[in-house]
T-cell receptor, first 114, second 114 residues
Framework: DAGVIQSPRHEVTEMGQEVTLRCKPI?????LFWYRQTMMRGLELLIY????????DSGMPEDRFSAKMPNASFSTLKIQPSEPRDSAVYFC????????????FGSGTRLTVV | GNSVTQMEGPVTLSEEAFLTINCTYT??????LFWYVQYPGEGLQLLLK?????DKGSNKGFEATYRKETTSFHLEKGSVQVSDSAVYFC?????????????FGGGTRVLVKP
């Protein structure tokens, strides 16, 4: 298995632009998670899905952030409009539902908003 | 609710030194416990896990034992290498509670000097 695949690896955009991050989870995993990591705030859970349905989006910082999972093999995290404070590394992770399994993380997307 | 507390870093060691990173947790039920490692510029990787009391997880020379009586899951390695320099995260997952989410500690940065 190729693991969790995220794209792009790096994104540099100007303030006010729309940014879309993409994630392909591991086939068969029931859960998908979006995290943000910064030096100041550490690792933050933004939103997670179970069987393509958003379960908890309480970590999404503002209405500028939205996430979708149209099918079991694809998810997007969109920021519109982007701001410099959104600069961070965004990780996607997927997992089986059973609690004895951990998550498998993607390599992340490093977002820089200038 | 669930929580994980791990020692703050950075931890600076010389090569071949003994490493211990303390981790304690609070959880309902019988959680599974995990250690993740994040190398510079990469995503989090599962290092080891233990799913029930007294289990010992091990991988790449690292070990951790699930101690229910002390609610701890300390990570140890007998002889570290420069390549072990990374951030280490302790985490727990309780099946059936809190949506099967992993609860992470704040991470401990380890720097191994030659």
């Amino acid at each position: 298995d190729a693991g969790v695949i995220q794209s792009p690896r790096h994104e540099v955009t100007e303030m006010g632009q729309e940014v879309t991050l993409r994630c392909k989870p591991i086939s068969g995993h029931d859960y998908l998670f979006w995290y943000r990591q910064t030096m100041m705030r550490g690792l933050e859970l933004l939103i997670y899905f179970n069987n393509n349905v958003p379960i908890d989006d309480s970590g999404m910082p503002e209405d500028r952030f939205s996430a979708k999972m149209p099918n079991a093999s694809f998810s997007t995290l969109k920021i519109q409009p982007s701001e410099p404070r959104d600069s961070a590394v965004y990780f996607c992770a997927s997992s089986f539902a059973v609690g004895t399994y951990g998550y498998t993380f993607g390599s992340g997307t490093r977002l820089t908003v200038v | 609710g669930n929580s994980v507390t791990q020692m703050e870093g950075p931890v600076t060691l010389s090569e071949e030194a003994f490493l211990t990173i303390n981790c304690t947790y609070t959880a309902t039920g019988y959680p599974s416990l995990f250690w993740y490692v994040q190398y510079p510029g990469e995503g989090l990787q599962l290092l080891l896990k233990a799913t029930k009391a007294d289990d010992k997880g091990s991988n790449k020379g690292f070990e951790a034992t699930y101690r229910k009586e002390t609610t701890s899951f300390h990570l140890e390695k007998g002889s570290v290498q420069v390549s072990d320099s990374a951030v280490y995260f302790c985490a727990l997952r309780s099946a059936g509670t809190a949506g099967n989410k992993l609860t992470f500690g704040g991470g401990t940065r380890v720097l191994v000097k030659p």
